[in-house]
């Protein structure tokens, strides 16, 4: 499958501090996906990026779609405690079949 | 909450066992997925199903089969569990060119 290369891959932080993160793909993306997974949950969608270029935010969060269209970044402002998690950059194969290619994640620890 | 109800949730088994994950969906969703997850994998896809006995294979596929006899239902069957199927298997469903996953079963085969 389509590798998706994610750094850092942990990060611990002070609270308060800003998070940044990215991905990156050998070949192009029509669509990029973040996810966020809690210990002992499956993960949950952030944000979805559908043009290259577009910058979306979610309260704290930022993401962007990189215009090359091979990577995207996620930025998260001000941290708190609950940021705690690992952090999953996805997107669908061009071949438009309907599932994702994920990356091995980024781990990020919030530390009080 | 995309209404994915997965079972067991967790589930420990010997090798060579016959074991039978479910998920269960409410919002009559076509699509629907089994991925593991994996330390240093991320997750991958096993199976998916674009509609009832409408299946197809994913990056991960041997060892595992898969039976979809009603839209709301996705069955994932390890014939015969083996150490390398322990993991974490999340049933998924697709929405509006997104994925959203289910709560995980965790399986371990000893």
């Known amino acids: 499958g389509q590798q998706l290369n994610q750094s850092p891959q942990s990060m611990f932080i002070q609270e308060g501090e800003d998070v940044s993160m990215n991905c990156t793909s050998s070949?192009?993306?029509?669509?990029w996906l973040w996810y966020k997974q809690d210990p002992g949950e499956g993960p949950v969608l952030l944000i979805a990026?559908?043009?290259?270029?577009e910058l979306t935010s979610n309260g704290r969060l930022t993401a962007q779609f990189g215009i090359t269209r091979k990577d995207s970044f996620l930025n998260i402002s001000a941290s708190i405690p609950s940021d705690v998690g690992i952090y999953f950059c996805a997107g669908p194969p061009l071949t438009g079949a309907n599932n994702l290619f994920f990356g091995t994640g980024t781990r990020l620890t919030v530390i009080p | 909450d995309a209404g994915i109800t997965q079972s067991p949730r967790h589930k420990v088994t010997e090798t060579g066992t016959p074991v039978t994950l479910r998920c269960h969906q409410t919002?009559?969703?076509?699509?629907m997925y089994w991925y593991r997850q994996d330390p240093g994998h991320g997750l991958r896809l096993i199976h998916y199903s674009y509609g009832v006995k409408d299946t197809d294979k994913g990056e991960v596929s041997d060892g595992y089969s898969v039976s979809r006899s009603k839209t709301e239902d996705f069955l994932l069957t390890l014939e015969s569990a083996t150490s390398s199927q322990t993991s974490v298997y999340f049933c998924?469903?697709?929405?509006?060119?997104?994925?959203?996953f289910g709560e995980g079963s965790w399986l371990t085969v000893v």
């Open positions: 990026l559908y043009k290259a270029g």
């Open positions: 998924a469903i697709s929405e509006a060119n997104t994925i959203y």
């Open positions: 070949s192009i993306f029509n669509t």
């Open positions: 919002e009559n969703h076509r699509y």
